[in-house]
């Protein structure tokens, strides 16, 4: 009995009330015996009631607590068996040991004691002993499940209805996508006003059809642009058709000198409009300096991109070269220094690049240096030429002088390389707010967004051309020395391998340029050369060349065995000469550890998606990534990921 309950009723006061009534009796006696007596016994009859009042209430609340606990515990029962949530105890294996009967009834099955856990939740397989919550789900519904790992109890609750409800939130979010048709002038040039509007009605027809088909409201912008809005949920539908609008207007307009591609940039996940509406215009001009022809989608921090099975096509006008080549000679005259930089390992197209702008910069009067981390072999003939001149070897510097040289008002070129990663010295870009970005490859997810002037050309042979097109713009009398000439030459050289591949008009005027400055062929030609030494390995790379898909050649180099990336490359260039192959991937440990992949095609297949499903990236017809691991390990990721696009879309275009 709680001694709170015995004082409460029958406490000190009680007894003290008694001693009083004795001692007044007792005060009586000497005066009044009878009246003492009367006291006395009165005394007598409180004190006889207080004590059966006593044990009458303990019994009675004795009683009531009895009652009370059978009630507790009956329904405590009841109430378990009642819950409409699940409740299982498990032991340290995780076994089930008890579940309440809502458990046996989702499952239909009597009982489940002794089933394992991950048995009955096959999703648990991959949780930690820890507390937290996962979703599961089970049959038509979905049941969260608690976990209180040190109790050993696992709560699970249907939340079907919040999960449905949070799902058709997300599916009816807002989603926005622009619409452009990424060549028009090129295709409609030489065309009359009744050609290029009967091509334009065409592709705007098929546009049209293809957004009433998904039920998307469309809305022309200008004559090449278009605005598609719409919820998450189309946007995942057309993510699953992959965009086929791509090929249908690319095969619409096929009967054309140049079809009609388009390029889409989609967005969705974002917190506002106007972010979205940002997200939208930026995955367009991703698309776009991808080579155009694919669809770019923005989905929270997902980017993904379907298409881009077609070269970029050749801008016929030079309008963009002349803007770019006086906006880079104002950002020189307004520079302090100028420091030009390629990717890590540079090869002849970044080095030659870099020395065009490093002539620009001379030009203008301002100290300019190039930033290399060293010499490799791809580069080393180059800059054994190099050294030769002694006022241009000294403009070479290290990424450390570099930074030292680097102030608020230094700019930073950065050429044959989007991508901050690509750096030896990303430190260089965030020293400076003046950043200039000079390349021909395909964009990616990364890139350099802080940079004032972007010039990216993905139907160019190289960065090389790119440079050699801005030097004829930016200065009225431009004259290049043998050794300037020679090395952008070089550049479009290997890039193009011997202009054969990506080459296009504008190429051979670029190259025509550097041979009227002087560039020597014949000292290109020496600095391609290869030693027997390495001519014997390749061909040792090569014969371990397999067949898949029977147009793609994947090599395999022996496990241990080290070679450079050079060579590695220059044996993904060797097998495309093969008769039937139409893609190569040459799989080696480089000598630093990491495991390369050269992957090289002649247009038919876009590589440039197969590398950056790894983790890289590059061109269409010439990409490559650097990973941890083992070549057999790399192989079979190589493999899974042919075989998941071929599932997807088909390898070839």
């Not at 015996?33 to 006593?54: C, H, K, N, P, Q």
């Not at 004259?479 to 050289?493: N, Q, Y």
């Not at 005027?509 to 050369?529: H, P």
Request: include cysteine; hydrophobic fraction near 45%; charge should be negative.
């Amino acid at each position: 009995m709680p001694k709170f309950l015995i004082k409460r009723w029958h406490g000190k006061h009680q007894l003290a009330a008694i001693a009083g009534l004795l001692l007044l009796s007792a005060a009586f006696i000497p005066y009044e015996w009878l009246l003492a007596l009367a006291g006395f016994l009165f005394t007598i009859a409180v004190a006889v009631y207080t004590f059966l009042a006593e044990r009458a209430f303990r019994k009675e609340l004795h009683q009531h607590l009895g009652n009370l606990s059978y009630r507790v515990k009956k329904g405590g029962g009841s109430i378990i068996h009642e819950l409409p949530f699940g409740i299982i105890l498990y032991n340290e294996e995780r076994t089930i040991e008890w579940h309440n009967p809502y458990i046996a009834d989702i499952m239909e099955r009597e009982s489940l004691v002794g089933m394992q856990l991950a048995e009955l939740f096959p999703t648990m397989q991959q949780v930690k002993e820890r507390e937290g919550t996962m979703e599961a789900a089970i049959g038509s519904h979905m049941y969260q499940l608690i976990f209180k790992p040190k109790e050993r109890i696992l709560y699970v609750r249907n939340i079907t209805e919040l999960w449905q409800l949070g799902h058709k939130y997300e599916d009816e979010k807002l989603s926005l996508g622009v619409v452009m048709i990424d060549n028009l002038e090129e295709v409609t040039q030489g065309l009359d006003d009744q050609q290029r509007s009967s091509l334009l009605s065409k592709v705007t027809a098929e546009i049209t059809e293809w957004a009433g088909k998904y039920e998307i409201y469309l809305k022309r912008l200008t004559s090449d642009r278009f605005l598609l809005i719409t919820d998450q949920k189309t946007l995942r539908v057309l993510e699953q058709s992959r965009f086929v609008i791509l090929d249908e207007v690319r095969e619409l307009t096929a009967d054309g000198k140049i079809p009609v591609t388009l390029s889409i940039g989609f967005a969705a996940g974002a917190d506002h409009i106007i972010e979205l509406g940002s997200w939208a215009h930026r995955s367009l001009d991703i698309a776009l300096g991808r080579g155009g022809d694919q669809a770019a989608v923005k989905a929270g921090k997902r980017q993904t991109f379907y298409g881009g099975k077609s070269n970029a096509v050749e801008k016929r006008t030079r309008v963009r070269a002349r803007v770019v080549a006086h906006a880079l000679r104002d950002l020189i005259r307004e520079s302090h220094n100028v420091i030009i930089m390629g990717h890590k390992i540079p090869d002849m197209d970044a080095v030659g690049a870099a020395i065009g702008v490093l002539k620009a910069a001379q030009l203008f009067g301002k100290e300019a240096y190039i930033m290399i981390e060293g010499v490799n072999p791809s580069i080393e003939k180059m800059m054994e030429m190099i050294r030769e001149d002694e006022k241009l070897s000294q403009r070479f510097i290290t990424p450390e002088q570099a930074l030292a040289l680097t102030v608020p008002q230094t700019l930073a070129v950065v050429v044959d390389t989007h991508k901050a990663s690509l750096l030896k010295e990303p430190k260089l870009i965030s020293g400076t707010e003046r950043i200039v970005v000079i390349d021909h490859h395909r964009r990616g997810e990364e890139f350099i967004n802080q940079a004032m002037l972007i010039y990216m050309e993905p139907y160019a042979s190289s960065t090389c051309e790119l440079v050699t097109e801005l030097l004829q713009y930016i200065h009225d009398r431009i004259s290049l020395d043998v050794r300037e000439a020679t090395c952008l030459l070089a550049g479009i050289t290997v890039d193009t391998k011997s202009f054969s591949l990506r080459t296009g008009a504008r190429t051979f005027e670029a190259a025509s340029f550097l041979r009227r400055n002087g560039a020597d062929t014949m000292l290109i030609q020496r600095m391609l050369q290869e030693d027997l030494a390495g001519y014997v390995s390749k061909a040792e790379i090569i014969k371990h060349a397999e067949l898949y898909y029977d147009h793609i050649a994947i090599a395999v180099v022996e496990p241990g065995r080290r070679n450079s990336q050079l060579l590695i490359a220059q044996s993904a260039d060797a097998l495309l000469n093969m008769q039937g192959i139409l893609a190569s991937f040459v799989i080696g440990e480089r000598q630093d550890g990491l495991i390369a992949v050269s992957a090289r095609s002649l247009g038919h297949m876009n590589v440039q998606v197969v590398m950056e499903r790894m983790g890289g990236g590059g061109h269409l017809t010439n990409a490559a990534v650097q990973l941890e691991g083992t070549v057999e390990e790399t192989a079979q990721k190589l493999k899974e990921i042919l075989a998941q696009i071929e599932s997807e879309e088909g390898l070839f275009e």
